[in-house]
């Protein structure tokens, strides 16, 4: 029983509005407010003030103290801090042909079932596992995994095993060519093929709102399974996961933090020939520059991450809302309206495109500071390939004390879902009825995790950035000034991430819906508000309104892509009529302010 | 760093807990006028532990959620009711209408609670 009621409690946050009867869902702007990312409930406390000082002030504190400590002719760690795990003979049969066969047949297993769950089980958000396993437990839990264990994502990308089982089973029955069509990569190509994967990821995750239905999902994730395994034919399968496949690359970028390293195989027979236990952060130390389309994807990782925490700010949602109220945007905004976009996702799409560049910005300009800082005549763009992953610690403690809550509370939706995947009945292994407990974790257990995993973070990428400029500038001397741009740099990254999470978490705002059957409001020079009403054919609603200044008025429902009027009035002060449904819709009955004057406007709403 | 933060934190967390024993029920109105919470103006600050009666009043019959701890609720209008909550887990939980008196459906947070740990 109680299992039942929690999961009505946490439909209300999963399902759109329209569910309701007369619903007041907004068009414009602000669809579903307490919606976090993907889905799934947040019920995380901002970060104290004082908390955030001390987490500040500690990162300034901090960096200084590395610098002066370590800031002296230190040599980079070198291979000799690692260890090799396969000269344990536990380790070895964890790497056995057999054992990895069953972790790749556990993981296909699992992405066939979310598949199947996703087309044909239950499309009610919490009752199909779909969801839950693709946004928490893969997109969030695995994370963690690759950045604080190992990246395990090579040996169980389903898209990679089922392509090379293919592949094997081929060349059982004679073809010679290995790679499919066998073209040549483009070189120029790069990795912007997983850039523009990966930006196309995030916008179904925390923008597109249809992330949580489970048939969404798993046709989403068949698109991009069918072009994973095109792009494998067409380029060979080791080169598009270097190169396009998203995942892969934004786990490969986690991993690198991570203290085991994947195992490294022998170039002729493929077999696993050492497995490193390596320093924490040490494959973040590179001495070669990364290209500048991985440094960008990086870069896009970061920023996406950022800009989870910033949309649910109550200075985004101020941001949003003077966007939208801005007269200089007005005729814009109606025109998108007209079109049948909503304008929410439109500006969150524009902010989310926008982010990466302006990471990409600022990071460059930081690169330009530490080439003059260390005279150097190397490249800015060799420079920026170079100290691109001193910020990946950041973002993983960034990442770790934004979702930790949510991985441990949310995801224990898992544990009834095992039991009944496809939502139809089915107790497997008698979980049906676990109820979420929301204690798990308390507030205080989350902020010190919080502040303590951002400061070891900041120490981690001072680290990382100082023996990158060790390894890479002619002298010492050089390579310590390199680092006092970037040094500032960092600080900021750390305070921005901590400022997020000293925010309270608001869901986007309702800025044009009208929550009242009847009132007066007052509307800002090219202002609109709407009130919406699900109506069934030959439903009747009587309305009346006024307004000192012209208004326009219209009734109005979508209709696919297409925006349809049956009433429409352009600049009166007062109206009163009665409406009659002619098909079954959502209707809204909108006002906008059309003079460059403030307006009062008083309305009545009876019916439907 | 562990301990750098340990030694920051620690005598404030003492502190706190010292003060915050044998707390009494509290009592806090609520009122909601025109489908929105007039008053309080922000969001209903608890402490964790504490039992905490809200005294809803509203112009309109409502149903409310209190997400999280999941407890829903009714209110008349003219009729003012209790909702007492045992404040033991904490973060920040939206009450939500789940329905007012002619169907209408909203989804914006009402109010927040907000239990912070003691």
Same mark, same amino acid.
């Given at each position: 029983?109680?299992?039942?009621?929690?999961?009505?409690?946490?439909?209300?946050?999963?399902?759109?509005a329209?569910?309701?009867?007369?619903?007041?869902l907004?068009?414009?702007?602000?669809?579903?407010?307490?919606?976090?990312?993907?889905?799934?409930?947040?019920?995380?406390?901002?970060?104290?003030?004082?908390?955030?000082?001390?987490?500040?002030?500690?990162?300034?504190?901090?960096?200084?103290?590395?610098?002066?400590?370590?800031?002296?002719?230190?040599?980079?760690?070198?291979?000799?801090?690692?260890?090799?795990?396969?000269?344990?003979?536990?380790?070895?049969?964890?790497?056995h042909?057999?054992?990895?066969?069953?972790?790749?047949?556990?993981?296909?297993?699992?992405?066939?079932?979310?598949?199947?769950?996703?087309?044909?089980? !239950?499309?009610?958000?919490?009752?199909?596992?779909?969801?839950?396993?693709?946004?928490?437990?893969w997109?969030?839990?695995?994370?963690?995994?690759?950045?604080?264990?190992?990246?395990?994502?090579p040996?169980?990308?389903?898209?990679?095993?089922?392509?090379?089982?293919?592949?094997?089973?081929?060349?059982?029955?004679?073809?010679?060519?290995?790679?499919?069509?066998?073209?040549?990569?483009?070189?120029?190509?790069?990795?912007?093929?997983?850039?523009?994967?990966?930006?196309?990821?995030?916008?179904?995750?925390?923008?597109?709102?249809?992330?949580?239905?489970?048939?969404?999902?798993?046709?989403?994730?068949?698109?991009y399974?069918?072009?994973?395994?095109?792009?494998m034919?067409?380029?060979?399968?080791?080169?598009?996961?270097?190169r396009?496949?998203?995942?892969?690359?934004?786990?490969?970028?986690?991993?690198?933090?991570?203290?085991?390293?994947?195992?490294?195989?022998? !170039?002729?027979?493929?077999?696993?020939?050492?497995?490193?236990?390596?320093?924490?952060?040490?494959?973040?130390?590179?001495?070669?520059?990364?290209?500048?389309?991985?440094?960008?994807?990086?870069?896009?990782?970061?920023?996406?991450?950022?800009?989870?925490?910033?949309?649910?700010?109550?200075?985004?949602?101020?941001?949003?809302?003077?966007?939208?109220?801005?007269?200089?945007f007005?005729?814009?905004?109606?025109?998108?309206?007209?079109?049948?976009?909503?304008?929410?996702?439109?500006?969150?799409?524009?902010?989310?495109?926008?982010?990466?560049?302006l990471?990409?910005?600022?990071?460059?300009?930081?690169?330009?500071?530490?080439?003059?800082?260390?005279?150097?005549?190397?490249?800015?763009?060799?420079?920026?390939?170079?100290f691109?992953?001193?910020?990946?610690?950041?973002?993983?403690?960034?990442?770790?004390?934004?979702?930790?809550?949510?991985?441990?509370?949310?995801?224990?939706?898992?544990?009834p879902?095992?039991?009944?995947?496809?939502?139809?009945?089915?107790?497997?292994?008698?979980?049906l009825g676990?109820?979420?407990?929301i204690?798990?974790?308390?507030?205080?257990?989350?902020?010190?995790?919080?502040?303590v995993?951002?400061?070891?973070?900041?120490?981690?990428?001072?680290?990382?950035g100082?023996?990158?400029a060790?390894?890479?500038?002619?002298?010492?001397?050089?390579?310590?000034?390199?680092?006092?741009?970037?040094?500032?740099?960092?600080?900021?990254?750390?305070?921005?991430?901590?400022?997020?999470?000293?925010?309270?978490?608001?869901?986007?705002?309702?800025?044009? !819906?009208l929550?009242?059957?009847?009132?007066?409001?007052?509307?800002a020079?090219?202002?609109?508000?709407?009130?919406?009403?699900?109506?069934?054919?030959?439903?009747?609603l009587?309305?009346?309104?006024?307004?000192?200044?012209?208004?326009?008025?219209?009734?109005?429902?979508?209709?696919?892509?297409?925006?349809?009027?049956?009433?429409?009035?352009?600049?009166?002060?007062?109206?009163?009529?009665?409406?009659?449904?002619?098909?079954?819709q959502?209707?809204?009955?909108?006002?906008?302010?059309? !003079?460059?004057?403030?307006?009062?406007?008083t309305?009545?709403?009876?019916?439907? | 760093?562990?301990?750098?933060?340990?030694g920051?934190?620690?005598?404030?967390?003492?502190?706190?807990?010292?003060?915050?024993?044998?707390?009494?029920?509290?009592?806090?109105?609520?009122?909601?006028?025109?489908?929105?919470?007039?008053?309080?103006?922000?969001?209903?600050?608890?402490?964790?532990?504490?039992?905490?009666?809200?005294?809803?009043?509203?112009?309109?019959?409502v149903?409310?959620?209190?997400?999280?701890?999941?407890?829903?609720?009714?209110?008349?209008?003219?009729?003012?009711?209790?909702?007492?909550?045992?404040?033991?887990?904490?973060?920040?939980?939206?009450?939500?209408?789940?329905?007012w008196?002619d169907?209408g459906?909203g989804?914006?947070?009402?109010?927040?609670?907000?239990?912070?740990?003691?």
């Amino acid at each position: 029983m109680k299992s039942t009621r929690i999961k009505a409690d946490l439909r209300d946050f999963l399902q759109p509005a329209a569910a309701g009867t007369a619903a007041a869902l907004t068009i414009f702007l602000g669809a579903q407010p307490t919606q976090a990312h993907a889905f799934g409930p947040r019920y995380d406390l901002p970060l104290p003030l004082n908390l955030y000082l001390v987490g500040a002030g500690a990162a300034v504190a901090l960096s200084f103290v590395i610098m002066a400590l370590f800031f002296r002719a230190l040599p980079a760690p070198s291979d000799e801090l690692r260890i090799d795990l396969l000269q344990f003979r536990a380790v070895r049969a964890l790497l056995h042909p057999l054992a990895i066969g069953g972790f790749q047949a556990i993981s296909v297993a699992l992405f066939v079932l979310v598949v199947t769950a996703g087309l044909f089980g !239950s499309q009610d958000t919490v009752r199909n596992i779909a969801p839950t396993f693709v946004w928490i437990i893969w997109w969030v839990g695995l994370a963690y995994i690759a950045a604080l264990a190992g990246n395990p994502w090579p040996i169980v990308n389903p898209w990679s095993v089922v392509f090379a089982g293919l592949e094997r089973l081929v060349r059982l029955f004679g073809a010679r060519n290995r790679a499919g069509f066998g073209l040549a990569y483009p070189s120029w190509l790069g990795a912007w093929p997983a850039i523009v994967l990966f930006g196309l990821f995030a916008w179904f995750e925390l923008i597109a709102e249809t992330g949580k239905v489970p048939r969404t999902l798993a046709t989403a994730i068949m698109i991009y399974s069918g072009l994973t395994w095109f792009a494998m034919a067409v380029f060979g399968h080791d080169v598009w996961l270097a190169r396009g496949e998203a995942f892969s690359l934004a786990f490969g970028v986690f991993g690198r933090f991570a203290p085991i390293g994947g195992p490294v195989r022998d !170039s002729a027979d493929g077999q696993p020939r050492h497995w490193y236990l390596r320093p924490y952060a040490s494959a973040l130390v590179v001495d070669r520059p990364c290209r500048l389309s991985m440094t960008a994807f990086v870069l896009v990782m970061l920023s996406t991450v950022t800009f989870d925490g910033f949309k649910e700010t109550p200075l985004w949602g101020a941001l949003l809302r003077s966007v939208a109220l801005e007269p200089a945007f007005a005729p814009l905004l109606h025109k998108l309206h007209d079109l049948g976009f909503d304008f929410q996702i439109v500006l969150e799409t524009v902010m989310l495109a926008l982010f990466p560049v302006l990471f990409f910005a600022v990071y460059l300009g930081f690169c330009r500071l530490t080439k003059w800082a260390a005279g150097s005549r190397r490249p800015v763009a060799e420079i920026a390939g170079l100290f691109v992953f001193c910020l990946v610690p950041i973002a993983i403690a960034y990442h770790l004390a934004h979702y930790l809550s949510y991985l441990l509370i949310a995801g224990q939706f898992i544990i009834p879902l095992a039991s009944d995947p496809f939502g139809i009945g089915w107790d497997l292994f008698g979980t049906l009825g676990y109820a979420i407990d929301i204690r798990v974790i308390g507030a205080r257990f989350v902020w010190y995790t919080a502040v303590v995993a951002i400061g070891v973070g900041h120490v981690f990428a001072v680290g990382v950035g100082h023996f990158v400029a060790l390894r890479v500038f002619e002298t010492t001397k050089t390579a310590l000034r390199s680092q006092y741009p970037f040094l500032v740099l960092m600080v900021a990254y750390t305070m921005v991430s901590l400022w997020i999470l000293s925010q309270p978490i608001v869901g986007s705002p309702s800025l044009s !819906s009208l929550r009242a059957p009847s009132g007066t409001v007052s509307l800002a020079p090219f202002e609109f508000r709407e009130s919406c009403f699900e109506m069934t054919t030959q439903d009747t609603l009587r309305y009346d309104f006024q307004s000192d200044q012209p208004v326009d008025f219209n009734i109005h429902y979508h209709d696919g892509l297409t925006v349809r009027f049956p009433v429409q009035l352009n600049r009166v002060t007062a109206h009163a009529d009665e409406f009659v449904a002619d098909v079954d819709q959502l209707y809204c009955l909108m006002w906008t302010n059309q !003079s460059i004057k403030r307006t009062s406007l008083t309305y009545r709403i009876i019916g439907p | 760093m562990v301990w750098f933060a340990a030694g920051l934190f620690l005598p404030a967390a003492l502190v706190r807990a010292a003060v915050a024993q044998n707390r009494p029920r509290q009592m806090l109105e609520v009122r909601i006028e025109n489908r929105q919470v007039v008053e309080p103006r922000e969001a209903i600050r608890v402490t964790q532990g504490d039992v905490i009666e809200l005294r809803w009043t509203s112009d309109e019959a409502v149903e409310l959620h209190l997400h999280g701890y999941d407890i829903e609720f009714d209110v008349e209008p003219g009729e003012p009711a209790s909702m007492v909550i045992q404040a033991n887990a904490t973060g920040r939980f939206p009450i939500t209408s789940h329905g007012w008196g002619d169907g209408g459906h909203g989804h914006d947070a009402l109010i927040f609670l907000e239990v912070y740990p003691n």
